[in-house]
Nanobody, 115 residues
Framework: VQLQASGGGLVQPGGSLRLSCAAS????????MGWYRQAPGKQRELVAT????????GYVDSVKGRFTLSRDNAKNTIYLQMNSLKPSDTAVYYC?????????WGQGTQVTVSS
């Protein structure tokens, strides 16, 4: 499985960004996909995840109500719509896919929230 992430950038507090992650390769074996983030000096944390079978989603508490994870099955792509961004959301965001318990990672994309 290969993952191509895009959509990061610099935004002011309160602004919005949308991250995209396109999957290719053995996509039919993917059990779930999601986004992680890692801020400087902190551990990588799971931000949002979506299950392939059924499409249920989950979010870390700090982003609930602000971030929305969706998918376009025709494009094998997931999207993370991030609204009401805060400086604390600043991090490198990584797309992830899990197949039979094995994680695949896309390249990170920087999100910076600053005035």
């Amino acid at each position: 499985v290969q993952l191509q992430a895009s959509g990061g950038g610099l935004v002011q507090p309160g602004g919005s960004l949308r991250l995209s992650c396109a999957a290719s390769g053995n996509i039919f074996s993917i059990d779930r996909m999601g986004w992680y983030r890692q801020a400087p000096g902190k551990q990588r944390e799971l931000v949002a995840t979506i299950v392939t079978d059924g499409g249920s989603t989950g979010y870390v508490d700090s982003v609930k109500g602000r971030f929305t994870l969706s998918r376009d099955n025709a494009k094998n792509t997931i999207y993370l719509q991030m609204n009401s961004l805060k400086p604390s959301d600043t991090a490198v965001y990584y797309c992830s896919a899990v197949t039979r318990g094995y994680p695949y990672w896309g390249q990170g994309t920087q999100v910076t929230v600053s005035s």
